[in-house]
């Protein structure tokens, strides 16, 4: 916590220089007492990255173009999975609040394991207080993309399970509006919630963002 502090290695005794032997009589002795050494470690120190809300997805899943369109972030953005290698940090605006918004790297089945990318992003998500779980509306399942990173993120950490959670159906644009309706409700049964609350948008074409930000 802020302000805490702690003994990591404790310093040697320290030496007594010329003038601690000094006398009335020996005012200027020439010797001195060396001090002892203090004790050593090697540290690994590790912050984890704190946010308001943190996108999460699989690989290409949109998460790099929403940063960029709600926040003045420029994540790479490429048509591969994986351009993402470091979480990136946005703030995001909407009427008169701001809020800090992490985009998580994509995760893949086997992620909490340390697969593909490993775990080493899934603990960035622990220090995010709303996550925003994006799935490709092209998936042929997205049922199933959905499920892969929520087991996912309660593998790597069961508390996530209560971490309060936006479904987005992205690339909307991509998808009629036929389709769109069938894979709201696959993924409004997935995430055991209500069609309305799962949302829908395409970043590049800034629709839907105005909701999701509200």
Same mark, same amino acid.
């Given at each position: ?37 203090? /004790?050593?470690? =090697?540290?690994?120190? %590790?912050? @984890?990255?704190?946010? $308001?809300?943190? +996108? ?49 790297? /994509?995760?893949? =089945?086997?992620?909490? %394991?340390? @697969?593909?990318?490993? $775990?080493?992003? +899934? ?92």
């Amino acid at each position: 916590h802020d302000g805490d502090e702690a003994i990591v290695a404790k310093g040697g005794r320290g030496g007594l220089g010329n003038t601690h032997f000094a006398t009335s009589t020996f005012q200027a002795p020439k010797f001195a007492e060396l001090g002892a050494p203090g /004790g050593e470690k =090697e540290l690994t120190l %590790e912050l @984890k990255l704190i946010a $308001d809300v943190g +996108l999460v997805g699989l690989p290409n899943a949109g998460k790099s173009t929403l940063l960029s369109v709600i926040t003045s972030a420029r994540p790479k953005i490429a048509d591969y999975a994986f351009t993402t290698l470091v979480p990136n940090l946005g703030v995001a605006r909407f009427d008169k609040t701001e809020f800090v918004v992490a985009d998580i790297p /994509g995760l893949i =089945e086997g992620a909490s %394991e340390g @697969k593909g990318l490993g $775990d080493d992003f +899934l603990r960035h998500v622990e220090r995010t207080r709303v996550l925003i779980h994006l799935v490709d509306a092209t998936d042929l399942d997205v049922a199933k993309s959905y499920q892969i990173i929520r087991d996912e993120l309660v593998a790597y950490a069961p508390q996530l399970a209560h971490r309060p959670t936006l479904v987005v159906l992205s690339k909307r644009a991509f998808i009629d509006d036929a389709t769109a309706k069938a894979k709201r409700k696959a993924l409004a049964r997935a995430a055991k919630c209500k069609i309305a609350e799962v949302l829908e948008l395409s970043a590049q074409e800034h629709q839907g963002l105005q909701e999701l930000l509200a």
